[in-house]
């Protein structure tokens, strides 16, 4: 910090960020932040997260192998998993920014509290937010989850190999 305030810079110690998220599925709001992430810092690692408080549809393998599927193609992603605390991982993977998606006011709330308690936990730790595209602004992973579960067509909100996975597990 300097006699005018902080100095951001997006110099190499910053080319590192970690995009955490239970992804249950992952949606293509999901995918616009991490290409929108990946334009902005060198490496983005997809964190596929265990949330104890959340039942998931798909098991951790599961999900971090289709978000793998779906970012194949885009150069310095990384898709891994974590269970414990992100600052945690933050750490080990010499990170020190966590990008986090808002959809809405209602978002910032919880948001801002996660990001002054992990500012707590690792005062280097910065969070930055991303507004999804305006298409996106209103997709949830859970509303995906129901209205494939009451047979909508979910073509436009998660990639073909999502729908196609989902369908699958549903049917059972």
């Given at each position: 910090m300097n006699a005018q305030g902080p100095t951001f810079s997006l110099e190499p110690a910053l080319a590192r960020a970690l995009y955490p998220g239970t992804f249950d599925p992952v949606t293509n709001g999901h995918l616009d932040i991490i290409r929108r992430a990946a334009?902005?810092?060198d490496e983005v690692d997809v964190v596929v997260a265990v949330n104890a408080r959340k039942t998931s549809l798909f098991t951790l393998e599961?999900?971090?192998e289709l978000v793998?599927?779906?970012t194949r193609d885009l150069?310095?992603?990384e898709v891994l998993s974590h269970a414990g605390l992100m600052v945690e991982c933050l750490r080990e993977r010499?990170?020190?920014v966590l990008i986090r998606g808002l959809r809405a006011v209602s978002d910032f709330e919880h948001e801002f509290q996660m990001a002054l308690m992990n500012k707590k936990l690792d005062p280097e730790c910065e969070t930055v937010y991303l507004m999804p595209s305006?298409?996106?602004t209103y997709l949830a992973s859970s509303l995906v989850r129901e209205l494939a579960a009451l047979g909508a067509d979910i073509s436009e909100f998660v990639p073909p190999e999502v729908e196609t996975t989902l369908r699958r597990k549903l049917a059972r």
């Open positions: 334009q902005l810092f599961e999900r971090v793998r599927a779906c150069p310095g992603v010499k990170a020190q305006e298409q996106y």
